[in-house]
Structures are given as C-alpha cells and as structure tokens.
C-alpha cells in the first residue's frame, strides 16, 4: 500500500525553528510537495524536491532523501500567521498525488 | 493572473436539489482537478481532466457529475446529495497534465447538505 507519515500536531514558539518530518511509502516517485493550509482555506504551495537535497525559499526550506523515502519542511524565524497545518505530498508512479494526514501547527507568542 | 477561482464559496442544499460547483483558471493550464476535503483531514481526489478528457474518476459517485466545457472551465454538478457530501470541494489546476508540478488550488466551496 502506500503511506505518507508525518506528525499529527506539533508547538513552537514565535521567532524559533521548527521541522516537520515526513517519511513516504510509495509506488515510485516523481516529486514531493508540501503545502501550507489555513484553517477554512485551500492549500497553498510551498516546496517541491524532486531530486535529493535541499531547496531553500525565503525562511522555508524542505530536504529530501529519496533513499530513506524521507522529507522536511523547515520553517525559521516563525511568526504567528505560521500556525496552520503543513501537508506533504507524494507523486507515484502514475502521477497521482498521494497526500500525508497533514501536521496542525501551533505558533505560541 | 495565478488565480484559481470557485464559485459559490458557499452553498447549502437539500437532498432534492440540483446545484453545480464551478471553477475558471486563466493561466492556460491543461489539467483540472475536483478534490473533496473533510475537517482535519487531506484533500481526496474525485475527477481529473486532462486536456478537457475526463482521465481519472476516483470510483464517486453518480450523483456528482462532472464537466469541462473548455479548458479553462470546470464544472461539478450535484443532485440528490446525501449529508455525509457536506465537505470543501477544492478546484485545482496545473500546467501539463498529471505529469506537471505543482496543483493551484482555489479557495473551495464548503457545501452544507441538509
């Protein structure tokens, strides 16, 4: 079958760094993606890593290790319009989007 | 323009009504997508069209119909819904078809089935 794991609610604290994990189970890869949703709203793009490494935009960054079927999403300086819930996403092999449950977090002052 | 745009943002309907759900995207994207989210929970795909071809049909269904007048429109058309379709229905595009990167969403419409 095919999974996606990533971590159900997570607390930090305003200005700090925090990283929300994503490990994937699926049937060939064609790019992970991670979007950002608001309670009520649509998702809105972040990142997309198609090949190893990390990708860096402005205070996000996300890294993937296709070996280890593993992704992050870093958020640095949080602020607290940040409090929302991340959602990792996986491309298989027949391109179809395979989505995590998402991670709800929640930015303390 | 980088908008996905979704009409009604909101709609409630009774069982016996008949109602759609429409989308417009103006940046030339070839595939479109319905998905259907429920609280806490991830967007579940319903229908793709890519290049105005119904390609994916995620087993909905009948009473959920939908359409792609042209490749810019999408339609979702309801009748006879049930109270457990009560959800955010999501609009998506992207650039290519299922192969392209990333989807546009637009900002949903809650429906409410009484």
């Known amino acids: 079958g095919q999974n996606i794991d990533q971590p159900t609610e997570m607390t930090a604290t305003e200005g700090a760094i925090v990283q929300i994990n994503c490990t994937y189970q699926t049937s060939g890869f064609n790019g992970l993606f991670w979007y950002q949703q608001h309670a009520g709203e649509a998702p809105t793009f972040l990142s997309y890593?198609?090949l190893d490494g990390l990708e860096e935009k402005g205070r996000f960054s996300s890294f993937l290790s296709r070996s280890k079927g593993y992704s992050y999403l870093l958020l640095k300086e949080l602020q607290m319009k940040d409090s929302a819930s991340y959602l990792c996403?996986?491309?298989?092999?027949?391109?179809?989007?395979?989505w995590g449950a998402g991670t709800k977090l929640i930015i303390k002052p | 323009d980088t908008e996905v745009t979704q009409t009604p943002k909101h709609l409630v309907m009774g069982m016996t009504n008949k109602k759609s759900l429409k989308c417009e995207q103006h940046m030339g994207h070839r595939a479109m997508y319905w998905y259907k989210q429920k609280a806490k929970k991830p967007p579940e795909l319903m229908f793709v069209y890519s290049y105005e071809k119904l390609s994916i049909n995620e087993s909905v269904p009948s009473r959920f119909s939908p359409e792609c007048p042209n490749s810019s429109l999408l339609n979702l058309h309801l009748h006879a819904l049930q109270p457990e379709d009560s959800a955010l229905y999501l609009c998506?595009?992207?650039?290519?078809?299922?192969?392209?990167?990333?989807?546009?969403f637009g900002e949903g419409s809650r429906l409410t089935v009484l």
């Open positions: 996403a996986v491309k298989d092999s027949n391109y179809q989007l395979i």
């Open positions: 890593n198609v």
């Open positions: 998506a595009s992207s650039q290519e078809g299922l192969s392209s990167g990333e989807l546009f």
